[in-house]
């Protein structure tokens, strides 16, 4: 038996993964990995005291151990064991990236395709190397559909995280100014952002568009897929309006009109939510509970949140910001009626 056989069976009859010597619970596997600070080799021990079954480690010391599995590199080990399970699951995967909003989409996308199957969703913004193989991981047989979020400051890291989790549907948010200093330029990142479309291309996947975007369309326009769905051409916005602070909007879908309340703050947020209606009706959900779930969502991650104190109301919009998102969130916060959003 191979070691990514062993340790896979070990998660599949429920052994939990864990990188942290400090949240090892009892019969966990530890994975010892490294980062430009810390090396987890050098908590391999620990992770056993407190109680793990087996600590995967790549220091040549450790390799005649009790209870520690040496393998070449644990990075390349995890990711390889997440590539091995991931062959294993026969559901629709969407994967998802972009500039700003990702976070917030895959909540809202989380939260309507629940109304219908169980899903599973990318824990918080465990989206980058690490965050991806480790969510694979944790996706379980009794999961219908799965939606990947995934994260990237350097060319070629969307690229490798599709490899990985092999997305059989994709989406990109929109494409703005991020991570500029590791992609070099505003082309730097829509050459990364592409590299979805790339491998939805390749693998005849499907993909969901902002049909008014027209830097995603013009991009879409390159590549050739076995299906697009634009989510802006299938539903009419007739009405857009901040209530309270929250954006409430009004839409035509298939000759019925809906009206949207949220608790979520920010116009810029349309979009997102358009996606999720879009997402959520091509795997056939019902748009009146897809809408009941949009209005459901209160947002608790620093992202588009209101919130009360006994003197003040906080918008608060803070989390990981970059250009683009500072622009529209200040804009938005520019455009609230003075006397709103009491």
Known sequence: MSNLTKVHELILIGHTICSD?????????????????FDGNKFAQQAIDNGAA????????????????????VLSFLQELAIFHRETLNIPVIGLTGSNGKTTTKELINKVLSTKYKTFATKG??????????????????YEIAIIEMGANHIGEIGNLCSISKPTHGLITNIGKAHLEGFGSINGVIKAKSELYAYLEEEKGVVFINSEN???K??????????VVGYQNAFHVTKKETL???????????????????????DYNLENI??????????????????????????N??????????????????????????????????????????
């Open 21 to 37: 010597s400090r949240e090892v619970k009892r019969g966990s596997l530890f994975f010892a990995l490294k980062g430009e600070n």
């Open 54 to 73: 087996l600590a995967i480690v790549d220091d040549r010391k450790l390799s005649d151990k009790k209870n520690m599995l040496h393998v070449n590199n």
């Open 125 to 142: 913004n465990l989206n980058n190397h690490i965050g991806v193989p480790l969510s694979i991981l944790a996706i379980k047989e009794q």
């Open 214 to 216: 027209s830097l995603l």
């Open 218 to 227: 013009e991009i879409a326009q390159t590549f050739n897929f076995k299906e």
């Open 244 to 266: 309270k602070g929250f954006l409430k909007f009004s839409i035509n879908h298939s000759k019925k009109h809906y009206e949207v309340n949220t608790n979520i703050v920010g």
């Open 274 to 299: 358009l996606a999720a209606l879009s997402v959520g009706n091509y795997f056939g959900v019902d748009m009146a509970n897809a809408i009941m779930a949009i209005e459901s969502y209160v947002p």
């Open 301 to 342: 991650n620093s992202r588009s949140q209101k919130l009360e104190t006994k003197f003040n109301t906080i918008i608060l919009d803070a989390y990981n910001a970059n250009p683009t998102s500072m622009e529209l969130a200040l804009t938005n916060f520019n455009n609230l009626p003075t006397n709103s959003p009491k």
